[in-house]
């Protein structure tokens, strides 16, 4: 069982930068990705971006080159800084973890989200 806690979202103007976080706890595999997704109302969730366990990154089309995702093991924390924030990354920002078992099962998390608002 994992659990997740996101913190550092908050209110910032177009073109400010926020840096969310989201600690994990229980049992982490060692096969996992860590990632973000967002939700806006009437509208799916989406991915932000994600970050496996051996380094590899993904991000959504429309964060890249603003967006960056990095993690650290040691205290099973995965960071999301959102910098160049338009009004379009309004949104509950959510931290998701998959991972895998030596038995191939899999398993997934999300935490409780945390709000981020681009307004002027």
């Known amino acids: 069982q994992v659990q997740l806690v996101e913190s550092g979202g908050g209110l910032v103007q177009p073109g400010g930068s926020l840096r969310v976080s989201c600690a994990a706890s229980g049992t982490i595999f060692r096969n996992n990705a860590m990632g973000w997704y967002r939700r806006v109302p009437g509208k799916e969730r989406e991915l932000v971006a994600t970050i496996t366990s051996g380094g590899s990154t993904n991000y959504a089309d429309s964060v890249k080159g603003r967006f960056t995702i990095s993690r650290d093991n040691a205290k099973n924390t995965v960071y999301l800084q959102m910098n160049s924030l338009k009004f379009e990354d309004t949104a509950v920002y959510y931290c998701?973890?998959?991972?895998?078992?030596?038995?191939?099962?899999?398993?997934?998390?999300w935490g409780q989200g945390t709000q981020v608002t681009v307004s002027s």
């Open positions: 998701n973890v998959k991972q895998w078992s030596v038995t191939a099962t899999w398993y997934e998390y």
